[in-house]
Nanobody, 122 residues
Framework: QVQLQESGPGLVKPSQTLSLTCTVS??????????WTWIRQSPGKGLEWMGA???????YYSPSLKSRISISRDTSKNQFFLQLSSVTPEDTAVYYC??????????????WGQGTQVTVSS
C-alpha cells in the first residue's frame, strides 16, 4: 500500500520560496503510469491542482502558477519536491501530495498524503 508524507516549513515569509518534500513508501515514483502531484486547499476554498511529475520525469504545471512553480524528484530517495517562489499570503494553504493515474487531480481520487499546513506571513 502506497503512503505519501509531506514535509517542510510551516511558516514562510512573503517573497520567499516555499519548499516541500513528499516522501513515498510502498511504491516507486518511477512506476508506470503514475503521476505524482501537488494539490493545495486554501481556507474556505476548494482543491487547487498545482502540478505533477510523471513516472517518466515529465512535469506538468497549472497555467496560473507556471511562472512560480517547479516540481522535481530524487528517485534514489523516492521523493518528489515542490518549490513555489515569490509567495504571498494568498499562498497560505494545506498542501497535499498525491499519486494518481492522471496528471490533473481536482478531487480526492488516488492516494493522498495527510497534508501539511503552510502559512505565508511576516
Amino acid at each position: 500500500q502506497v503512503q505519501l508524507q509531506e514535509s517542510g516549513p510551516g511558516l514562510v515569509k512573503p517573497s520567499q520560496t516555499l519548499s516541500l518534500t513528499c516522501t513515498v513508501s510502498g511504491d516507486s515514483i518511477t512506476t508506470k503510469y503514475y503521476y505524482w502531484t501537488w494539490i493545495r486547499q486554501s481556507p474556505g476554498k476548494g482543491l487547487e491542482w498545482m502540478g505533477a511529475i510523471a513516472y517518466s520525469g515529465n512535469t506538468y504545471y497549472s497555467p496560473s502558477l507556471k511562472s512560480r512553480i517547479s516540481i522535481s524528484r530524487d528517485t534514489s530517495k523516492n521523493q518528489f519536491f515542490l518549490q513555489l517562489s515569490s509567495v504571498t499570503p494568498e499562498d497560505t494553504a494545506v498542501y497535499y501530495c498525491a499519486r494518481d493515474l492522471k496528471a490533473v487531480v481536482t478531487t480526492r481520487t488516488g492516494s493522498w498524503g495527510q497534508g501539511t499546513q503552510v502559512t505565508v506571513s511576516s
